[in-house]
């Protein structure tokens, strides 16, 4: 079984730094793209970076020059760096992973979440 944990999270203050990891684990083949993505109270989930296999990234505008987005492929693991920290990037951070745990099989997992609280 194929499980996704976020790390990492935790309480700053405005203009802080932060370094969210994704770890998978379980039966992986491989995994394709990998991403990040926020919910904030009363908002919908907004994707916050992607990576692909061949490292490749993509950023939702807010977070460019910001952020950073990168992956282990030895350790199964995808990071995310956050600088320049404001009170509007307070949201539950997630991350997703297409994952291939078997022959011809490739499925996209979710972990938890971890909470990033940013203070004024």
């Known amino acids: 079984q194929v499980q996704l944990v976020e790390s990492g999270g935790g309480l700053v203050q405005a203009g802080g730094s932060l370094r969210l990891s994704c770890a998978a684990s379980?039966?992986?083949?491989?995994?394709?793209?990998m991403g990040w993505y926020r919910q904030a109270p009363g908002k919908q989930r907004e994707l916050v970076a992607l990576i692909t296999s061949g490292g490749s990234t993509t950023y939702a505008d807010s977070m460019k020059g910001r952020f950073t987005i990168s992956r282990d492929d030895a350790k199964n693991t995808a990071y995310l760096q956050m600088n320049s920290l404001k009170p509007e990037d307070t949201a539950v951070y997630s991350c997703?992973?297409?994952?291939?745990?078997?022959?011809?099989?490739?499925?996209?997992?979710w972990g938890q979440g971890t909470q990033v609280t940013v203070s004024s």
């Open positions: 379980g039966t992986i083949f491989s995994i394709n793209d």
């Open positions: 997703n992973a297409d994952i291939k745990s078997r022959t011809n099989y490739v499925r996209r997992y």
